[in-house]
Protein backbone atom coordinates (compact mmCIF):
# COMPACT_ATOMS: atom_id res chain seq x y z
CA UNK A 1 0.00 0.00 0.00
CA UNK A 2 1.63 3.79 -0.97
CA UNK A 3 2.47 5.50 1.88
CA UNK A 4 0.88 8.37 1.90
CA UNK A 5 4.13 10.93 3.51
CA UNK A 6 2.03 13.93 4.05
CA UNK A 7 0.01 11.52 7.09
CA UNK A 8 3.48 10.52 8.18
CA UNK A 9 4.64 13.99 8.59
CA UNK A 10 1.38 15.33 10.65
CA UNK A 11 2.69 12.68 12.67
CA UNK A 12 6.36 13.90 13.27
CA UNK A 13 4.68 17.47 14.13
CA UNK A 14 2.31 15.70 16.84
CA UNK A 15 4.54 14.47 18.35
CA UNK A 16 7.04 17.13 18.84
CA UNK A 17 3.69 19.14 19.48
CA UNK A 18 3.57 16.59 23.24
CA UNK A 19 7.15 16.50 23.92
CA UNK A 20 7.22 20.61 23.70
CA UNK A 21 3.96 20.35 25.70
CA UNK A 22 5.62 18.11 28.72
CA UNK A 23 8.46 20.43 28.72
CA UNK A 24 7.23 23.83 28.28
CA UNK A 25 3.82 23.58 30.50
CA UNK A 26 2.52 25.20 32.47
CA UNK A 27 2.84 28.53 29.90
CA UNK A 28 1.51 31.58 29.06
CA UNK A 29 0.73 29.95 25.68
CA UNK A 30 -2.69 28.80 24.43
CA UNK A 31 -0.57 26.89 21.35
CA UNK A 32 1.35 25.04 24.67
CA UNK A 33 -0.56 24.09 26.54
CA UNK A 34 -3.34 22.45 24.20
CA UNK A 35 -0.08 20.10 23.17
CA UNK A 36 -1.93 16.92 25.25
CA UNK A 37 -4.22 17.53 22.13
CA UNK A 38 -1.32 16.18 20.20
CA UNK A 39 -2.44 12.76 21.19
CA UNK A 40 -5.54 13.25 19.60
CA UNK A 41 -4.14 13.45 16.51
CA UNK A 42 -2.32 10.21 16.85
CA UNK A 43 -5.96 8.79 17.45
CA UNK A 44 -7.47 10.23 14.06
CA UNK A 45 -4.64 8.97 12.40
CA UNK A 46 -5.13 5.55 13.67
CA UNK A 47 -8.74 5.25 12.27
CA UNK A 48 -7.54 6.87 9.23
CA UNK A 49 -4.36 4.98 8.01
CA UNK A 50 -5.88 1.81 8.73
CA UNK A 51 -8.51 2.46 7.16
CA UNK A 52 -6.57 2.94 4.13
CA UNK A 53 -4.66 -0.07 4.76
CA UNK A 54 -6.98 -2.44 5.67
CA UNK A 55 -10.16 -1.66 4.48
CA UNK A 56 -10.62 -4.00 1.69
CA UNK A 57 -10.07 -7.37 4.41
CA UNK A 58 -12.86 -6.16 6.68
CA UNK A 59 -15.06 -4.50 4.18
CA UNK A 60 -17.46 -7.09 2.99
CA UNK A 61 -16.98 -9.92 5.49
CA UNK A 62 -15.34 -11.14 8.87
CA UNK A 63 -12.55 -13.49 8.78
CA UNK A 64 -11.22 -14.77 12.09
CA UNK A 65 -7.89 -15.59 10.23
CA UNK A 66 -7.97 -11.76 8.94
CA UNK A 67 -8.77 -10.55 12.32
CA UNK A 68 -6.31 -12.45 13.99
CA UNK A 69 -2.82 -11.74 11.95
CA UNK A 70 -3.91 -7.90 11.89
CA UNK A 71 -4.47 -7.84 15.77
CA UNK A 72 -1.02 -9.68 16.08
CA UNK A 73 0.30 -7.70 13.40
CA UNK A 74 -0.12 -4.71 15.17
CA UNK A 75 1.15 -5.84 18.46
CA UNK A 76 4.33 -7.42 16.90
CA UNK A 77 4.79 -3.28 15.33
CA UNK A 78 3.67 -1.48 18.85
CA UNK A 79 5.06 -3.42 21.24
CA UNK A 80 8.77 -4.56 20.94
CA UNK A 81 9.87 -0.79 21.18
CA UNK A 82 7.59 -0.36 23.81
CA UNK A 83 9.25 -2.99 25.54
CA UNK A 84 12.47 -1.48 25.20
CA UNK A 85 11.55 1.94 26.81
CA UNK A 86 9.36 0.30 29.49
CA UNK A 87 12.61 -1.63 31.04
CA UNK A 88 14.82 1.07 30.22
CA UNK A 89 12.29 3.42 32.55
CA UNK A 90 12.16 0.51 35.05
CA UNK A 91 15.81 0.29 35.28
CA UNK A 92 15.85 3.97 36.23
CA UNK A 93 13.06 4.16 38.65
CA UNK A 94 14.79 1.29 40.20
CA UNK A 95 17.63 3.69 40.74
CA UNK A 96 15.26 5.83 42.29
CA UNK A 97 13.82 3.30 44.46
CA UNK A 98 10.50 3.56 43.04
CA UNK A 99 8.67 0.29 43.63
CA UNK A 100 5.92 -1.77 41.45
CA UNK A 101 3.47 -4.50 42.45
CA UNK A 102 3.52 -7.23 40.52
CA UNK A 103 0.37 -6.11 39.35
CA UNK A 104 1.94 -2.50 37.36
CA UNK A 105 4.89 -4.87 36.26
CA UNK A 106 2.06 -7.24 34.53
CA UNK A 107 -0.21 -4.76 32.99
CA UNK A 108 2.41 -2.95 31.55
CA UNK A 109 4.45 -5.50 30.39
CA UNK A 110 1.24 -6.90 28.52
CA UNK A 111 0.36 -3.07 27.29
CA UNK A 112 -3.33 -3.49 28.84
CA UNK A 113 -2.96 -1.31 32.06
CA UNK A 114 -5.19 1.38 31.21
CA UNK A 115 -8.18 -1.18 30.82
CA UNK A 116 -8.90 -0.03 34.35
CA UNK A 117 -5.85 -2.22 35.90
CA UNK A 118 -3.28 0.17 37.41
CA UNK A 119 -1.17 3.40 36.13
CA UNK A 120 1.15 3.39 33.25
CA UNK A 121 4.91 3.21 34.20
CA UNK A 122 5.80 4.38 30.98
CA UNK A 123 4.05 7.46 31.16
CA UNK A 124 2.96 8.35 27.93
CA UNK A 125 1.78 4.02 27.25
CA UNK A 126 -1.63 4.96 28.50
CA UNK A 127 -2.61 5.86 25.01
CA UNK A 128 -0.53 2.75 23.63
CA UNK A 129 -2.30 0.78 25.39
CA UNK A 130 -5.78 2.41 24.45
CA UNK A 131 -4.71 2.32 21.00
CA UNK A 132 -4.59 -1.73 21.29
CA UNK A 133 -8.31 -1.57 22.36
CA UNK A 134 -9.26 0.29 18.94
CA UNK A 135 -6.93 -2.43 17.34
CA UNK A 136 -9.81 -5.19 18.65
CA UNK A 137 -12.46 -2.98 16.67
CA UNK A 138 -11.19 -1.36 13.85
CA UNK A 139 -12.51 -4.43 11.43
CA UNK A 140 -15.78 -4.33 13.50
CA UNK A 141 -15.95 -0.46 13.04
CA UNK A 142 -14.93 -0.87 9.33
CA UNK A 143 -17.44 -3.47 8.46
CA UNK A 144 -19.96 -0.91 10.10
CA UNK A 145 -18.95 1.73 8.05
CA UNK A 146 -19.22 -0.43 4.94
CA UNK A 147 -22.49 -1.83 5.55
CA UNK A 148 -24.43 -0.36 7.95
CA UNK A 149 -25.17 3.46 7.08
CA UNK A 150 -27.74 4.20 9.85
CA UNK A 151 -25.46 2.63 12.60
CA UNK A 152 -22.35 4.23 10.85
CA UNK A 153 -24.11 7.82 11.03
CA UNK A 154 -25.40 7.18 14.76
CA UNK A 155 -21.28 6.37 16.04
CA UNK A 156 -20.29 9.23 13.60
CA UNK A 157 -22.65 11.80 15.37
CA UNK A 158 -22.35 9.99 19.01
CA UNK A 159 -18.29 10.68 18.26
CA UNK A 160 -18.85 14.15 18.15
CA UNK A 161 -21.22 14.48 21.20
CA UNK A 162 -18.88 12.57 23.19
CA UNK A 163 -16.25 14.88 22.25
CA UNK A 164 -18.28 17.77 23.12
CA UNK A 165 -19.42 16.31 26.13
CA UNK A 166 -15.96 15.46 27.83
CA UNK A 167 -14.67 18.86 27.03
CA UNK A 168 -17.00 20.42 29.17
CA UNK A 169 -17.39 17.27 32.00
CA UNK A 170 -16.54 17.36 35.15
CA UNK A 171 -17.82 13.95 36.62
CA UNK A 172 -15.64 11.51 37.85
CA UNK A 173 -17.28 8.76 35.92
CA UNK A 174 -15.19 9.75 32.82
CA UNK A 175 -11.67 11.30 34.46
CA UNK A 176 -11.68 8.55 37.19
CA UNK A 177 -10.38 10.30 40.08
CA UNK A 178 -7.12 12.00 37.92
CA UNK A 179 -4.91 13.11 40.04
CA UNK A 180 -4.14 16.29 37.68
CA UNK A 181 -5.85 17.85 34.50
CA UNK A 182 -4.37 20.39 32.25
CA UNK A 183 -7.57 20.82 29.92
CA UNK A 184 -11.00 20.09 28.84
CA UNK A 185 -10.10 16.84 26.77
CA UNK A 186 -7.04 15.59 29.07
CA UNK A 187 -8.57 12.37 29.66
CA UNK A 188 -5.58 9.83 30.24
CA UNK A 189 -6.55 8.04 33.87
CA UNK A 190 -6.76 4.43 33.86
CA UNK A 191 -10.09 3.66 35.82
CA UNK A 192 -11.45 6.72 33.67
CA UNK A 193 -14.33 6.08 31.53
CA UNK A 194 -13.60 9.14 29.32
CA UNK A 195 -9.86 8.00 28.61
CA UNK A 196 -11.47 5.45 26.52
CA UNK A 197 -14.22 7.56 25.02
CA UNK A 198 -11.94 10.09 23.90
CA UNK A 199 -9.90 7.96 22.09
CA UNK A 200 -12.98 5.81 20.07
CA UNK A 201 -14.39 9.16 19.24
CA UNK A 202 -10.96 10.18 18.00
CA UNK A 203 -10.41 6.90 16.11
CA UNK A 204 -13.84 6.94 14.89
CA UNK A 205 -13.89 9.97 13.56
CA UNK A 206 -10.78 9.24 11.32
CA UNK A 207 -12.00 6.28 10.15
CA UNK A 208 -15.18 8.49 8.89
CA UNK A 209 -12.84 11.09 7.35
CA UNK A 210 -10.90 8.24 5.49
CA UNK A 211 -14.93 7.41 3.86
CA UNK A 212 -15.62 10.89 3.22
CA UNK A 213 -11.96 11.59 1.56
CA UNK A 214 -11.84 8.13 -0.21
CA UNK A 215 -15.71 7.79 -0.87
CA UNK A 216 -17.76 9.28 -3.43
CA UNK A 217 -17.11 12.81 -2.17
CA UNK A 218 -13.54 11.99 -3.41
CA UNK A 219 -14.06 14.81 -6.02
CA UNK A 220 -12.73 17.40 -3.20
CA UNK A 221 -9.12 15.81 -4.20
CA UNK A 222 -9.44 18.10 -7.76
CA UNK A 223 -10.02 21.13 -5.64
CA UNK A 224 -8.60 24.19 -8.24
CA UNK A 225 -8.16 26.56 -5.87
CA UNK A 226 -6.28 24.93 -3.07
CA UNK A 227 -3.90 27.94 -2.58
CA UNK A 228 -7.07 29.46 -0.93
CA UNK A 229 -8.08 27.00 0.91
CA UNK A 230 -4.38 26.26 1.92
CA UNK A 231 -4.78 29.65 3.59
CA UNK A 232 -8.23 29.60 4.83
CA UNK A 233 -6.86 26.37 6.70
CA UNK A 234 -3.53 28.08 7.99
CA UNK A 235 -5.56 30.95 9.64
CA UNK A 236 -8.41 28.58 11.15
CA UNK A 237 -5.40 26.32 13.01
CA UNK A 238 -3.70 29.13 14.37
CA UNK A 239 -7.07 30.58 15.46
CA UNK A 240 -7.91 27.58 16.99
CA UNK A 241 -4.92 26.67 18.84
CA UNK A 242 -4.02 30.12 20.18
CA UNK A 243 -8.18 29.64 21.80
CA UNK A 244 -8.85 27.27 24.51
CA UNK A 245 -11.34 25.30 23.05
CA UNK A 246 -10.48 21.63 23.00
CA UNK A 247 -13.61 20.29 21.99
CA UNK A 248 -13.01 22.62 18.66
CA UNK A 249 -9.54 21.93 18.25
CA UNK A 250 -10.07 18.16 18.73
CA UNK A 251 -12.92 18.04 16.03
CA UNK A 252 -10.89 19.88 13.65
CA UNK A 253 -8.10 17.04 13.33
CA UNK A 254 -10.02 14.59 11.30
CA UNK A 255 -11.18 17.20 8.87
CA UNK A 256 -7.35 18.74 8.38
CA UNK A 257 -5.69 15.03 8.87
CA UNK A 258 -8.44 14.15 5.55
CA UNK A 259 -7.42 17.92 3.51
CA UNK A 260 -3.76 17.27 4.00
CA UNK A 261 -4.37 13.74 1.86
CA UNK A 262 -5.32 16.19 -1.12
CA UNK A 263 -2.39 16.12 -3.74
CA UNK A 264 -0.84 19.45 -5.06
CA UNK A 265 -1.44 21.69 -1.88
CA UNK A 266 0.90 23.55 0.30
CA UNK A 267 0.32 21.36 3.36
CA UNK A 268 0.43 18.31 1.24
CA UNK A 269 3.68 19.28 0.27
CA UNK A 270 5.19 20.51 3.47
CA UNK A 271 4.09 17.96 5.57
CA UNK A 272 4.98 15.26 2.64
CA UNK A 273 8.51 16.83 2.41
CA UNK A 274 11.75 15.63 3.40
CA UNK A 275 12.48 17.02 6.67
CA UNK A 276 8.71 16.94 8.02
CA UNK A 277 8.61 13.43 7.13
CA UNK A 278 11.48 12.43 8.61
CA UNK A 279 10.75 13.30 12.03
CA UNK A 280 7.36 11.02 11.08
CA UNK A 281 9.24 8.46 10.67
CA UNK A 282 10.34 8.28 13.82
CA UNK A 283 7.96 10.17 15.19
CA UNK A 284 7.00 6.62 17.42
CA UNK A 285 10.62 6.47 19.01
CA UNK A 286 9.96 10.21 20.01
CA UNK A 287 7.16 9.67 21.48
CA UNK A 288 8.61 6.48 24.03
CA UNK A 289 11.80 7.77 24.39
CA UNK A 290 11.26 11.54 25.99
CA UNK A 291 9.71 10.37 29.09
CA UNK A 292 12.67 8.42 29.86
CA UNK A 293 14.92 11.45 29.12
CA UNK A 294 12.68 14.03 31.50
CA UNK A 295 12.91 12.17 34.08
CA UNK A 296 16.23 11.44 33.52
CA UNK A 297 17.49 15.07 33.67
CA UNK A 298 14.60 15.99 36.91
CA UNK A 299 16.77 13.47 38.69
CA UNK A 300 20.10 13.83 38.21
CA UNK A 301 19.99 17.42 37.15
CA UNK A 302 17.15 18.46 38.53
CA UNK A 303 15.62 20.40 35.85
CA UNK A 304 12.61 20.73 37.53
CA UNK A 305 10.38 19.74 34.33
CA UNK A 306 7.74 17.05 35.86
CA UNK A 307 6.51 19.02 39.00
CA UNK A 308 6.97 22.25 36.95
CA UNK A 309 8.65 23.68 40.20
CA UNK A 310 10.65 25.94 37.89
CA UNK A 311 10.13 27.49 34.50
CA UNK A 312 12.35 25.94 31.68
CA UNK A 313 14.25 28.53 29.72
CA UNK A 314 14.26 28.99 26.32
CA UNK A 315 17.99 27.61 25.93
CA UNK A 316 17.08 24.60 27.84
CA UNK A 317 13.90 23.92 25.70
CA UNK A 318 15.90 23.87 22.75
CA UNK A 319 18.89 21.88 24.45
CA UNK A 320 16.32 18.93 25.57
CA UNK A 321 14.62 18.79 22.00
CA UNK A 322 17.75 18.26 20.58
CA UNK A 323 18.68 15.52 23.02
CA UNK A 324 15.20 14.06 22.53
CA UNK A 325 15.90 13.64 18.73
CA UNK A 326 19.18 12.62 19.33
CA UNK A 327 17.54 9.91 21.64
CA UNK A 328 14.69 8.66 19.14
CA UNK A 329 17.41 8.45 16.21
CA UNK A 330 19.43 5.97 18.47
CA UNK A 331 15.78 4.30 19.18
CA UNK A 332 14.72 4.26 15.81
CA UNK A 333 18.20 2.50 13.93
CA UNK A 334 19.18 0.49 16.58
CA UNK A 335 15.61 -1.11 17.28
CA UNK A 336 12.41 -0.19 15.24
CA UNK A 337 14.07 -0.16 12.11
CA UNK A 338 15.08 -3.63 12.77
CA UNK A 339 11.94 -4.29 13.93
CA UNK A 340 10.03 -2.76 11.08
CA UNK A 341 12.50 -5.08 8.90
CA UNK A 342 11.70 -8.44 10.66
CA UNK A 343 8.04 -7.75 9.70
CA UNK A 344 8.08 -6.76 6.57
CA UNK A 345 10.11 -9.94 6.03
CA UNK A 346 6.94 -11.85 7.87
CA UNK A 347 3.76 -13.61 6.48
CA UNK A 348 1.65 -11.12 8.33
CA UNK A 349 2.88 -8.22 6.16
CA UNK A 350 0.67 -8.80 3.42
CA UNK A 351 -2.34 -8.95 6.18
Not at 109 to 127: A, C, F
Amino acid sequence: MKEIKSLTGVRGIAAVYVVIYHIINPSESYFINNGYLGVDIFFVLSGYVLSYTHLQDFSSYFSIKKYFNFITSRFIRVWPLYFFWLIAMMILYMIMDVKFTFIETLSNLLLIQNWGLTKPILVVSWSLSIEIILYLILPFALYTLCNKFKLSLILFLSSISAIILLAYSDSEFFWGGQPERRGGLDYAYYHGFGTILRAFSDFYLGIFAFKIVHGKFSRIKKIKYHMVFDFVIFLWILFILSKNQPALIALTWPLLVGYITIENTLFYKILGGKVVRHLGVISYSIYLSHPFLVIFLDHYFHFGIINSQVRIKPYQAVLILSLVYLLALFSYYTIEKNIKAIIKKSPLSSN
